[in-house]
């Protein structure tokens, strides 16, 4: 091969290579952002809903549980979205994991961070006089305190995405105002941790919102789940009750950070 020939080559090997980086960077800037959302307590319910519905929206969806290898609805959903739907294994009460999980995604962008997992603790062992206190410390451990652990890992991942919101799953239960309403002396447990629960998010929205960060709770209402079992009154169905979730979340932004919004869009009084 001739000087002129290699200097031909040179060329047009540089010219192919400089038009692949700028089709790479013109094929990203032109690609849609694909929103990606980490749901705990994904394997059934509420949280087996959320992970439906925004992989039909088009979601990536980060789906945790406590035991993925019986999670088979679940295991059954990556059949078809093999892409888009990551199981993670994640116990909310095991602090340990959740530092683990979160250097294991580090760099991946968490857009809603959604807090779903809970427990109701079980109303025969939080009557007055008979308390479990064992229990107690069980519901917190899961209603309460997993939250505010999971959005203190998970906070760089909400950062480094495009919507930026942490969202908890909390209950019109937690409502003071409400108790007055519907009357007291039952589930002193699983109330009290939604209560809490809120503030611990109020007290977050507040120091997150200078950080352009929206945190905000939803109700589902009474829900047709495992969680409400034997429950003698009219429930919605999961299908409904997290449609309706999902689109208050599109409505929680910086502007109105700490909403706590009941399913039909109103806001739960405090
Ligand atoms: N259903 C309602 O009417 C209603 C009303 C108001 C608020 N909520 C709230 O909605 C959320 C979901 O409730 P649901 O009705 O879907 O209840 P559910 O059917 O009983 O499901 C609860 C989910 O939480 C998971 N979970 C429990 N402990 C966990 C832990 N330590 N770590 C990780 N995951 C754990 C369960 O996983 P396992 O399968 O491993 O147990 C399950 O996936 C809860 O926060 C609840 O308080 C529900």
């Excluded at 700028?22 to 800037?29: A, I, K, M, T, V």
């Excluded at 990551?86 to 991946?108: F, K, W």
């Excluded at 009557?127 to 917190?140: N, P, Q, R």
């Excluded at 905000?216 to 969680?227: K, L």
Aim: charged share 20%; with cysteine; hydrophobic share 40%.
């Amino acid at each position: 091969m001739n000087n002129l020939s290699k200097l031909f080559t040179n060329l047009l090997t540089v010219t192919l290579f400089v038009g692949l980086m700028f089709n790479d960077q013109l094929r990203s800037e032109s690609e849609p952002y694909t929103p990606t959302t980490m749901i705990t307590g994904a394997n059934r319910g509420i949280g087996l809903e959320f992970t439906k519905q925004y992989l039909q929206k088009g979601w990536k969806v980060i789906a945790t549980c406590r035991t993925p290898d019986r999670a088979d609805e679940l295991n059954n959903l990556k059949k078809n979205y093999p892409d888009h739907l990551s199981i993670m294994q994640l116990d909310v009460t095991d602090h340990n994991r959740i530092d683990e999980l979160a250097l294991q995604l580090s760099g991946i962008p968490v857009d809603v961070l959604l807090n779903n997992a809970g427990i109701s603790g079980g109303s025969s062992n939080q009557i007055f006089g008979t308390m479990d206190y064992k229990v107690y410390e069980d519901v917190l451990a899961v209603n309460t305190i997993g939250p505010l652990k999971m959005a203190e890992a998970f906070y760089p991942h909400v950062k480094g995405s495009q919507l930026k919101k942490i969202i908890t799953v909390s209950s019109s239960e937690g409502s003071i105002e409400t108790a007055f309403k519907r009357g007291g002396g039952r589930l002193f447990f699983y109330r009290s941790s939604k209560t809490a629960l809120n503030m611990l998010m109020v007290n977050l929205a507040l120091q997150l919102k200078s950080r352009g960060i929206a945190v905000g709770m939803v109700n589902p209402g009474a829900t047709d789940t495992d969680f409400m079992t034997g429950l003698p009154f009219p429930m919605r169905k999961p299908e409904v009750a997290v449609a309706d979730m999902i689109r208050n979340i599109e409505n929680i932004t910086v502007e109105n950070t700490a909403a706590y919004i009941n399913y039909n869009g109103k806001p739960v009084p405090w």
